[in-house]
């Protein structure tokens, strides 16, 4: 246990260097003594010393909904092939089936599935069918949370994807491209840009940068010739001094974890001679892999959420309508193609793999986010990650039953280890969720879209 400062260790406090600025994670010398003692006399009051934080990972083009959905409810649910990735994180998953997204549907306007499953997927509105600049849905779930709560941190909320899309023009049968490509909205006219260059993401949130600061084409190539760690080592030291046994391991756990994507970032591609790969300069693109692309922004959310940068997060793992190649696992054929597999089993068998390696990543999300202490818990304890897409089935493009995962106990909120499953022709809007986690973010929501009323069976605390 640590000795605890006279004076604790302010939550705003950073480290600071020319050209960086590294904010600390949550370390037990800024519990105020009163909330520690009160700690050390409840088993329930350490979680209360940590921000519950919200991140939502989208999955574009459907899934195979019969090789997903669990056998049994409760308990002892039966895992599937496609959840068999996250076998080792099952009492930390509540899996939710049966929720619909009802404003993905035509509802009058026709076709154009995909783009309104992403405009529609996190607002619970229906988009305003035009292929021009008179867009209009509606404010996205984790907008909603950035404007009530994003003033206790830097960054109120990220956008983050995998792909970037087009953002002009008629992409989805008289849909603007927009639609397609944008999950967050700040406004119901105005879609939250999303950032899809990992090192783009690391100056904003290191580099001592503002959102409007960087753009993709600014490299701060000087300055991160070096490592970041190396300006703030006076910093680094000065606090160190002070800090008790336990907080010396975090700060070392989470500086180490920055260097560690500081190395990914700089790596050459492996093909380069030495003597080439010494005359690069900081690489300018994003991971060709898609694996290597998820892990890198993966990481750099559960640094965002560990140095209290943020508490929101969303990160679009491909556009609606994807034509992306799964090469790592041997996929040629472009994801949204083989989505309209019509029953051919040979593409049923490739969306397959496609979903079971978006589990194994994810999987790999959750991990990360487990592995970092925070009290008497881990930083998984301290937030709820939301894993789904606005496509159940995207041969036929089905907004209902869709495949949700709400992962984390979100500070005691959630009881997660559960199959929670809703009649699919009911068409349970998912915005009921969303009042549950609007609830566990400490902000009372009656209403949100669609939604009818808060789901009593999702929120069963501990």
Known sequence: MNLLLSRPVSRR?????????????????????????????????PAKAYPTRMAAVYFPNGITLPEWKPAGVGVDYGFSRILQPLADYRSEILVVSGLADRHGESNGDGPGDHARAMASYFTAAQPY?????????????????????????????????????????NCDSGYACTYENNLAWSSPTTPCQKAVNPQVVFDRLFGGQKAGDVSEADGQEAVFRQSILDFVQEDTARLSRHLGREDRDRMDQ?????????????????????????????????????????????????LAFQGDLTRVSTLITGVEGSRRVF??????????????????????????????????????????????????????????????????????????D????????????????????????????????YLNMLNAMGIEANAFGDSTKRLSEVSQPV
Do not use: C
């Open 254 to 302: 989470y500086l180490t974890a920055i260097r560690d994507v500081e190395r990914r970032l700089q790596r050459p591609p492996p093909e380069l001679s030495p003597e080439m790969a010494a005359r690069l300069h900081r690489p300018a693109g994003v991971p060709e892999l898609w694996s290597d692309h998820f892990r890198l922004m993966a990481d750099l959310q559960v």
């Open 129 to 169: 069918k035009t292929a021009g600049e008179n867009i209009r849905a509606g404010i996205s779930l984790d907008q909603v949370m950035a404007q009530k709560i994003g003033d206790a941190t830097l960054f109120p909320s990220l956008e983050l994807g995998l792909e970037y899309g087009h953002q002009a023009g």
């Open 327 to 400: 090469s790592e696992i041997g996929i040629a054929e472009e994801h949204h193609g083989i989505s309209h597999h019509k029953n051919d089993p040979a593409k049923i068998e490739q969306i397959t793999q496609i979903n079971v390696l978006q589990m194994q990543n994810l999987a790999y999300f959750i991990g990360k986010l487990q592995g970092i202490p925070e009290g008497d818990g881990t930083l998984l304890d301290h937030m709820m990650l939301l894993a789904s897409g606005g496509l159940s089935d995207g041969n036929t493009h089905r907004h209902y």
């Open 402 to 433: 869709l495949p949700t995962l709400l992962i984390g106990r979100a500070n005691g909120q959630f009881r997660p280890g559960r199959h929670v499953a809703y009649d699919p022709e009911q068409k349970t809007p998912i915005a009921n969720l």
């Open 13 to 45: 406090a950073v480290l600071k260097g020319l050209g960086a600025t590294i904010a600390l994670p949550f370390l037990e010398a800024m519990i105020p003594r009163a909330l520690y003692g009160a700690a050390l006399r409840s088993a329930a009051a």
